[in-house]
């Protein structure tokens, strides 16, 4: 990712990435995220951090993500598509790791 937005340098805390011009780590907002919170309770409660900056900041993750068709030329899927899914199995080959699958009865 190459976002202005974000700032990392050993001098501020330690390389963590911050919103730039702040000490504000980008970590803070994911957690506001994850939480449900609005970016502007995150802008409120760091008033250092400008939502224009952080807006910057997801508008480039977006890029970042952004599904580009050529990206996969030639082939027929994503790589997450075409990988095998395995079947998880408990510690005695059953899928339930009680060592035998059960039905359930009907009542």
């Known amino acids: 990712m190459n976002s202005k937005a974000v700032s990392i340098d050993p001098e501020v805390m330690h390389g963590t990435p911050v919103f730039r011009g702040t000490r504000v780590p980008v970590e803070a907002l994911f957690d506001y995220l994850q939480t449900e919170s609005t ?16 807006m910057e900041f997801l508008d480039s ?47």
Do not use: M, Y
């Not at 890029?63 to 050529?70: C, I, P, Q």
């Not at 027929?76 to 790791?97: D, F, V």
């Not at 060592?99 to 009907?106: S, T």
């Open 39 to 54: 970016v502007d309770e995150f802008v409120f409660d760091f008033p250092t951090v400008q939502k224009a900056v952080v």
């Open 61 to 107: 993750l977006k890029e970042e993500f952004a599904f580009d068709e050529n990206r996969f030329a030639g082939r027929k899927h994503s790589p997450a598509i075409e990988a095998p899914a395995k079947e998880i199995r408990g510690s005695h080959g059953s899928r339930n790791g009680l060592g035998q699958d059960k039905k359930r009865k009907a009542s």
